[in-house]
C-alpha cells in the first residue's frame, strides 16, 4: 500500500496540482493585499474619506463610534465593510484567472488542428494532407 501512495503521491499530476494551489494561495494574498493597501485606499478617498475596513452595523444599538470600541465591548456587529473588501478581491481573482484561461486556452491546439497519425506507416502528418509525405499513401478525405 505504501508503494502505491508514493506512486500516487509522485505522480507529475499531483505535483504539479501542489504547486499550482501553493502559488494560488501566494496569488491570493498578492491580490489581497492590492485591494486592501492600494486599491481601497484611494476608494474610500474618493468616497469622503471612508476607511472601509471601519464601516459596520452596531446591531446593539450602543452607538459605537468605531469598528474597535464596538469590537472592545463585545457588541454584535456586521463588519459590512471587510465584506466589500473580500468581494472586491474575489471579482479581481476571479477575473484573472478568467484571463489566464483564456490565454491558456489560445495556446492549446484545438481539436482537429494538430497533427494526426498516417494509418499506413504510423507517422505524424498534417491534418489537411492528403498523401502521406512518408510512406506516400493516399490518405482518406478528413
Known amino acids: 500500500m505504501l508503494k502505491q501512495f508514493r506512486e500516487f503521491a509522485f505522480k507529475g ?9 501553493i502559488l494560488g494561495a501566494a496569488f ?21 474619506r ?13 452607538g459605537y463610534p468605531t469598528l474597535a470600541a464596538a469590537t472592545a465591548a463585545g457588541a454584535p456587529v456586521i463588519r459590512y465593510g471587510l465584506f466589500l473588501n473580500t468581494v472586491i478581491t474575489f471579482v479581481i481573482v476571479a477575473f484573472a484567472i478568467f ?14 488542428a494538430g ?13 489537411k494532407a492528403k498523401r502521406c509525405p512518408q510512406c506516400t499513401s493516399q490518405l482518406a478525405a478528413a
Open 115 to 127: 497533427p494526426k497519425e498516417c494509418p499506413f506507416c504510423a507517422s505524424m502528418i498534417p491534418v
Open 28 to 48: 491570493g494574498k498578492v491580490v489581497s493585499s492590492f485591494v486592501e493597501d492600494v486599491l481601497m485606499p484611494p476608494l474610500g478617498l474618493l468616497f469622503g
Open 13 to 21: 499530476n499531483v505535483l504539479d496540482l501542489a504547486v499550482a494551489v
Open 99 to 112: 484571463l489566464l484561461v483564456q490565454q491558456v486556452n489560445r495556446w492549446i491546439l484545438k481539436p482537429g
Open 50 to 62: 471612508v476607511d472601509f475596513r471601519e464601516l459596520f452595523i452596531d446591531l446593539s444599538r450602543g
